[in-house]
């Protein structure tokens, strides 16, 4: 029924690409590439859903799959538009000159 | 049979080998337009991966929504920042880079443990592989999209609403 692959084996990958997204948002100091490991993160998470529902066989996961995309769509829109306006205020987009909230 | 069950280990650990390499590759380019591209190959080797797993409506939607829409809207914001290459000195490991990877570390292995050591609990769904060949994915996704998940796939417009407004607003020159 599982072809030999047994579900383990795609939740490791998509423990192994949502550390190696966690490593990038905390070692890279550029917002954009931030951003990305971010969206990185949330497709790994996404795998893990996908793969429990077929296990499962249920398709609920693969409905929050399909939320998590609509929410990740919203977010990269508004998150960009952020990025733009830094940039046009601070000139930089590099998150060690973006510390307004620090105090 | 056994033919293809080889065929499928072959084409998951090359396409799951491949989807890491590209995940190592987006966080150690120094030039975010390469990080940009070696994503886009991350997330068509999960669409891939959602394949294997017989899901090729979220398949199609991932290369879509994130490798077209998503990077498509990151790579334009690249091109106009016009953003330099950190420095050469940027990638030296400064106390709080490396606290920070050990504790990746440790949520990591707690990830592994956490799958690794027990079978997957959960209750056992109505969409057998019989069915879903049957009835087809794209089919059974939409009944339950318009019927048991009607409210979230309302409030996601709403959401995407909220999302176009909050982006228009935010670049608007004021005046």
């Keep these: 029924m599982f072809s030999g692959v047994t579900p383990i084996y795609f939740l490791f990958v998509s423990a192994v690409i949502f550390a190696i997204g966690a490593v990038g948002v905390l070692i890279r100091r550029n917002a954009i590439v931030i951003f990305m490991c971010i969206e ?21 996961g693969v409905l929050m799959v399909f939320f998590v995309m609509t929410v990740a769509a919203a977010e990269a829109a508004v998150g960009l538009a952020i990025f733009v306006l830094l940039f046009r205020g601070r000139g930089t987009i590099k998150v060690d000159g973006i510390n307004l909230l620090k105090w | 049979m056994i033919a293809g069950s080889v065929f499928y280990w072959i084409v998951f ?20 337009i390469h990080s940009a591209m070696f994503l886009i190959l991350n997330f068509i080797c999960i669409a891939v991966l959602y394949l294997l797993l017989n899901s090729q409506f979220i398949a199609i939607v991932q290369v879509m929504i994130y490798a077209g ?3 498509m809207l990151v ?14 000195q940027k990638m030296h ?28 609990p959960g209750e056992w769904g109505e969409f057998t592989p019989e069915r879903m060949a049957r009835i087809g994915d794209i089919k059974a996704i939409a009944g339950l999209l318009f019927t048991k998940f009607l409210f979230p796939f309302e409030i996601a417009s709403i959401l995407l609403l909220v999302g176009i407004i909050g982006a228009v607003i935010l670049s608007k020159k004021e005046r």
């Excluded at chain 1, 990185?40 to 609920?60: E, K, W």
């Excluded at chain 2, 400064?94 to 997957?120: E, R």
């Design chain 1, 40 to 60: 990185m993160m949330l497709s790994a998470v996404n795998l893990t859903l996908i793969t429990a529902s077929h296990y499962l066989q249920s398709l609920d």
């Design chain 2, 13 to 32: 650990i090359g396409t799951a080998l491949t989807a890491i390499f590209a995940a190592v590759m987006v966080i150690t380019r120094r030039s975010p």
């Design chain 2, 69 to 71: 829409a998503i990077m």
């Design chain 2, 75 to 88: 790579i334009f914001v690249i091109m106009l920042l016009n953003v330099e290459e950190e420095e050469q």
């Design chain 2, 93 to 120: 490991a400064s106390p709080a880079k490396v606290i920070g990877v050990v504790l990746v570390l440790i949520l990591f292995a707690q990830l592994i443990y956490g799958v690794g050591v027990q079978v997957l």
